[in-house]
């Protein structure tokens, strides 16, 4: 069952029709298990060439006016009007049975909207369910049950929503219908998670999955959940996306997780992938190295997601990942740290010129390591031997066949040694250099397939100070 309900489970039979106004024309087509509502025009537009794709990723199940009404003016570049389907899993619990396409129809540039609820995986191959969908410019997936929607995988009427993002159309939903529009889907067929379930086991059986279906263009890598704040997802979206990179579910090692918050919230995002948010708060969750524990039956411990806060009328380019404006949460042993949704960007970003990083104590551990990971080459790494059995850890992310090189300036106030290490603590190089500012240098390359995380360790062999040390870490 779904985690994501906003319109009650459909009765085996067939719904029947109320009677609507001129505006309407209602058809049920021979597999009683879909049905189709149709307002506007009872023709489809005709046009060469559209201006999309856009797309509306809502935290609830409801169409948001703003975000939709940019979506449709995108499409048709400020000309002409565009049919749109709303795909549901099941009929309104209550009031009209078109609930999304009463408020498309309210909008500019609209010439028509069909609903069609489909309550059978079958149904995506229903030919009159595909034909109004290819017709359409705008597909839009309902609040409802994204299990239901992930058993459309592999059916006609998932080549045929593509069809119309790739004519230059767009696609979108609420709730389970911004699920089932991520390329990782948390399909929900298991069962509704909560944070604190999946923080406790990232493998726990209502964790699961659906890979494969759609993957729209500047948007790759990410699981989306919806009703963010208000039901307290990030938890889950961090296990998410910790999971993710454990199983290889996501490219380069890396995943991201989409959390808009309900009530009018909406990430609007054009074809170049850029993103403006509408209405309310949206979140942006990386989680770009390994997970530190991330197994069956055991609390997940991962360190520094980086999270960016979406609030109202902000924007994210999908299309070029920002590597600024994140604050840093982690969690411990199925613990995350407080404050998860509010934070202090950090002040040390990567940029094409290359970044740096001061170090901030505690970092005398692998868990309490300064992550250096969202920086560029070549980064700097700044601190100092504050006591005579300091160590500061810092840690780097690296690429299969990338070669990390690090050399440090060390000032006359004390000898400090310098060591490469791997995930699990391990000595991998190492420079020991004798006397007191003595400056040290290591490098590696990684062989491995995928990418892996390392740790830079400068610890104080004699001596120590306020003066500063330089370590330069370059990436090839």
């Not at 999270?307 to 604050?327: A, E, H, K, S, V």
């Not at 290591?442 to 062989?447: A, D």
Request: glycine share 12%; proline share 4%.
């Amino acid at each position: 069952m779904a985690s994501l309900i906003t319109r009650r489970t459909a009765p085996a039979l067939a719904v029947t029709l109320l009677t609507l106004t001129v505006s309407v024309t209602a058809q049920e087509p021979a597999d009683a298990a879909a049905n189709r509502v149709r307002l506007g025009a009872a023709a489809d537009v005709s046009r060469a060439s559209w201006n999309g794709p856009a797309f509306t990723m809502n935290g609830a199940g409801g169409v948001v006016a703003a975000s939709m009404n940019r979506a449709i003016g995108e499409i048709r570049g400020g000309t002409g009007s565009i049919d749109v389907v709303v795909l549901a899993g099941s009929a309104p619990s209550s009031g009209s049975q078109t609930p999304e396409c009463d408020t498309v129809m309210a909008l500019t540039g609209v010439n028509s909207c069909t609903t069609w609820t489909l309550t059978a995986a079958a149904d995506g191959n229903n030919s009159q369910v595909n034909t109004d969908v290819r017709n359409a410019e705008f597909v839009y997936f309902a609040g409802g049950d994204q299990c239901r929607y992930a058993g459309w995988k592999g059916t006609a009427l998932e080549a045929s929503v593509e069809s119309v993002v790739a004519k230059g159309g767009g696609s979108g939903g609420g709730s389970a219908g911004h699920h089932i529009n991520s390329p990782v889907v948390y399909d929900a067929c298991n069962g509704s998670v909560t944070s604190s379930e999946a923080l406790a086991n990232p493998y726990d059986r209502y964790v699961s999955f659906t890979t494969g279906m759609f993957q729209w263009a500047h948007y790759g890598g990410v699981i989306n959940d919806s009703h963010f704040v208000t039901r307290d997802r990030m938890g889950r979206s961090m296990a998410f996306a910790a999971r993710a990179v454990k199983d290889g579910l996501t490219p380069g090692g890396s995943a991201w997780a989409v959390g808009v918050e309900e009530g009018g919230g909406s990430l609007f995002i054009d074809r170049n992938g850029m993103a403006t948010e509408y209405g309310k708060d949206a979140y942006v969750i990386l989680a770009d190295h390994q997970p530190e524990q991330a197994v069956d039956r055991k609390p997940l411990t991962y360190s520094n997601f980086k999270i960016w806060r979406l609030t109202p009328g902000t924007t994210f380019d999908f299309g070029n990942r920002p590597t600024c404006g994140y604050y840093l949460r982690s969690v411990t042993n199925g613990v995350p740290d407080p404050n998860l949704y509010s934070g202090t960007p950090v002040s040390t970003c990567g940029s094409p010129s290359g970044g740096s990083l001061t170090e901030t104590e505690p970092n005398d551990t692998r868990d309490t390591a300064n992550d250096a990971t969202g920086l560029s080459s070549p980064t700097v790494l700044n601190g100092s031997m504050k006591s005579a059995g300091d160590r500061d850890y810092f840690r780097v992310g690296l690429a299969s066949g990338q070669t990390a090189t690090v050399q440090c300036a060390v000032p006359g106030a004390y000898d400090a040694d310098l060591y490469w290490l791997d995930a699990s603590g391990s000595t991998l190089a190492r420079s020991v250099n004798d006397g007191a500012g003595t400056d040290e240098s290591v490098s590696f390359t990684r062989t491995a397939s995928g990418a892996g995380t390392y740790y830079v360790d400068v610890e104080a062999y004699s001596g120590s100070g306020s003066s500063a040390y330089t370590c330069t870490l370059t990436t090839s």
